[in-house]
C-alpha cells in the first residue's frame, strides 16, 4: 500500500493542493514502512503553446502522474471543497485538520482518521 501526504517540506501538510510543491509518499508492507520518498508535482502555471494562447494547465493531471500508483491521499480538511466530483477523489482520500506529516500518518496508521469521507 502507498500513501500519498500533500506537503511542500517533509514536514508540514499542504493547505493547497493544487499549488503545492509535491507529496510525501510512504510505502508499506504490513504495517512496516518499507520506504519513502518525495515526489515533486511540478504542476506548471500555465502552457504557453508557440504562436498560441496561453491556457491554463489541467493541473489534476499533474497530480495524477506524480502519485498515480498510491492508494491513499492525505489532505487538509480545507480542500474538501476542492475535491467533490474531481477526477482525484477515485482515490481513497482521508482528510484531516492535522498540520504534521509524522502525526497524521500516525493517526491514519491507528485507524484515527476517518476513510472516504468525500461525497463522490
Not at 489534476?60 to 477526477?87: P, T, Y
Amino acid at each position: 500500500m502507498k500513501i500519498a501526504i500533500a506537503s511542500d517540506d517533509w514536514v508540514t501538510i499542504s493547505s493547497h493542493l493544487r499549488s503545492n510543491k509535491g507529496f510525501v509518499i510512504f510505502e508499506f508492507e504490513g504495517s512496516k514502512i518499507k520506504s519513502q520518498e518525495y515526489r515533486s508535482s511540478n504542476i506548471p502555471v500555465r502552457k504557453v503553446e508557440l504562436n498560441g494562447p496561453v491556457r491554463q494547465v489541467d493541473k489534476n493531471k499533474w497530480i495524477l502522474k506524480a502519485i498515480g500508483d498510491c492508494d491513499v491521499l492525505i489532505l487538509k480538511r480545507s480542500e474538501e471543497r476542492q475535491m467533490n466530483g474531481n477526477s482525484i477523489s477515485s482515490f481513497n482520500i482521508v482528510l484531516t485538520d492535522e498540520t504534521f506529516v509524522e502525526n497524521v500518518l500516525d493517526l491514519y496508521l491507528s485507524d484515527f482518521l476517518i476513510k472516504n469521507d468525500i461525497e463522490q
